[in-house]
């Protein structure tokens, strides 16, 4: 195979007939990709298609079953990241690798350190930070402690780390997961400075707008193969879309206007202080009805994660009141999580990882999470594993989780699938009131649209449904009214007819409704 538009040069990365296997689950069958020195490659595939594991083993963090990898057009045996830091080979991860209590300088020292102590070390990586933070925009402090840092900056951490061990090329698994649109919007302008400097970027995304408008090439995956090599330029978000998926798939939201009924969700003047003293949510009152999405639009950080968890009954409530039905509950002698989903009040987390799922139980153990007390899965003495077994199964086909093993630990899942297994639990649970962070956050196409149909359906159902998302076009989509939040202020409310991004974007900014207007 030939690098796409490389001329003579040897590709920077070629893989030839690679195979991973595991157990009887063939994760990479007979993989094989080149990708030209110097351009922006895309990777792209649903979730579970094996492009994050044939990367995996690229950086040497999962060993071949079988076949070659060339780096810079030569035979490269990795078998540990080490090799492919050796090999000119850097790697940023979906979840940052990073320990919060360090520094930014201690970081990117951190297995690098040159010698028995660490000052002289420090130094010369202070020196090399700024330079590679002044050559690549990269700037950020470097005596900063990293678990202060906003999600943006880390990730520059990441990348300074691998471009200090010297790598030539870069890969990024899911980069724009975690971050806001303008923190994406920079990042893709670090890394077209890195390709004008002649590094190579190789970028696993499932974000068709991103593969358009930041690769120069683009490899498609599905069911762990490769279905196609093509040049950007040359193909669609239509065609990307159908590779990916094996079917023609709908880029945008079918749905009817909303029909809303009673109310079902009052809120006012709620207020929520973090554990540090600091107000996120000041004074915010809004209703939700039946059978309508009310989206809340907002750059990260500005009060609307501290809200759902208020409601849904995570962060304690400082102020203000919440009426369920027209019965005040905010009031209730135990305000709880447990207490919220008697209620009928379910809730899709923004980090699934980290308050959604234990990632080491299984999946038929996460399936019944928060609602483990049900009499449906408990025996006399213990609880009732057939039943759980069982209700998982039905859920992962209904829900298309991939693989349907619902003995499988939920850390052996992609991401996408590993959100199919939240939603399906909170979903089947027929609630009044779904509370929704971020749905579709590291989510491949075909799911996205499986989730938000599921959606709609259950609004067209009659549910209220409130909705959180750092994605513009997923709050336009989906939403049939739009709050936007900013420093723990609604600013505004627009209904979804009337709502474009760049009036959004500015009350985002904190331009008044009547300005933006």
Request: proline fraction near 3%.
């Amino acid at each position: 195979m030939t690098a796409i538009g490389v001329g003579d040069a040897p590709p920077a990365l070629e893989l030839v007939g690679v195979n991973k296997w595991f157990g009887a689950n063939h994760a990479n069958k007979d993989v094989s990709l080149s990708v030209r020195r110097g351009g922006i490659h895309g990777v792209i595939g649903e979730n579970g298609a094996g492009k994050s594991t044939i990367m995996s083993i690229v950086y040497g963090y999962l060993l071949a079953d079988g076949g070659t990898v060339l780096v810079n057009g030569k035979p490269t045996d990795i078998r540990t990241p080490r090799d492919a830091i050796a090999a000119g080979i850097g790697m940023v991860h979906q979840h940052f690798m990073l320990v919060d209590t360090f520094t930014v300088a201690e970081n990117v020292l951190l297995g690098a350190e040159g010698g028995p102590t660490l000052a002289p070390g420090l130094a010369r990586a202070r020196e090399e930070l700024r330079r590679l933070e002044r050559e690549y925009a990269l700037e950020v402090d470097v005596d900063a402690v990293v678990g202060e840092l906003p999600v943006g900056l880390q990730q520059r951490v990441e990348i300074l780390k691998a471009l200090y061990r010297g790598a030539d090329l870069l890969i990024l698994d899911e980069p724009t997961g975690v971050l806001t649109p303008q923190e994406a919007d920079h990042l893709f302008r670090i890394l077209r400075a890195l390709r004008d400097q002649g590094k190579t970027i190789i970028i696993i995304t499932h974000k068709l707008r991103e593969i358009m408008d930041l690769t120069d090439a683009v490899t498609v995956m599905r069911r762990g193969e490769v279905v196609a090599n093509v040049r950007t330029a040359e193909t669609s978000r239509e065609q990307l879309a159908e590779l990916m998926v094996g079917r023609k798939v709908l880029l945008r939201v079918d749905k009817t206007l909303a029909e809303p009924g009673a109310v079902v969700l009052n809120v006012r003047g709620l207020r929520v202080i973090d554990r540090g003293g600091v107000a996120r949510v000041k004074e915010v009152s809004f209703n939700l009805r039946a059978g309508e999405i009310v989206g809340i639009a907002g750059v990260s950080g500005n009060g609307q994660s501290e809200l759902l968890e208020a409601l849904a009954g995570i962060q304690p409530i400082a102020g203000g009141s919440i009426r369920l039905h027209g019965e005040k509950i905010s009031d209730k002698s135990v305000f709880n999580a447990r207490m919220l989903r008697r209620l009928g009040i379910a809730h899709v987390p923004e980090d699934r990882q980290k308050v959604g799922l234990v990632t080491s139980f299984s999946a038929s153990e996460c399936a019944v999470l928060g609602y483990q007390d049900d009499p449906r899965y408990n025996g006399r003495v213990l609880m009732d594993h057939g039943a759980m077994l069982s209700r998982c199964r039905a859920q992962m086909k209904s829900y298309d989780v991939r693989p349907p093993d619902s003995s499988l630990r939920v850390s052996s899942f992609s991401g996408g699938n590993q959100q199919k297994i939240v939603l399906a639990r909170e979903i089947e649970r027929n609630p009044d009131v779904l509370l929704v962070g971020q749905p579709t956050r590291g989510v491949d196409i075909g799911a996205i649209e499986f989730i938000h149909r599921r959606l709609v359906a259950l609004r067209d159902d009659g549910k209220a449904i409130l909705l959180v998302s750092v994605e513009l076009d997923e709050i336009l989509a989906l939403s049939d009214r739009i709050l936007v939040m900013f420093d723990g202020h609604l600013v505004g409310e627009i209904p979804a007819g009337e709502a474009t991004e760049r009036r959004l974007g500015l009350m985002m900014a904190g331009i008044t409704e009547e300005a933006a207007d």
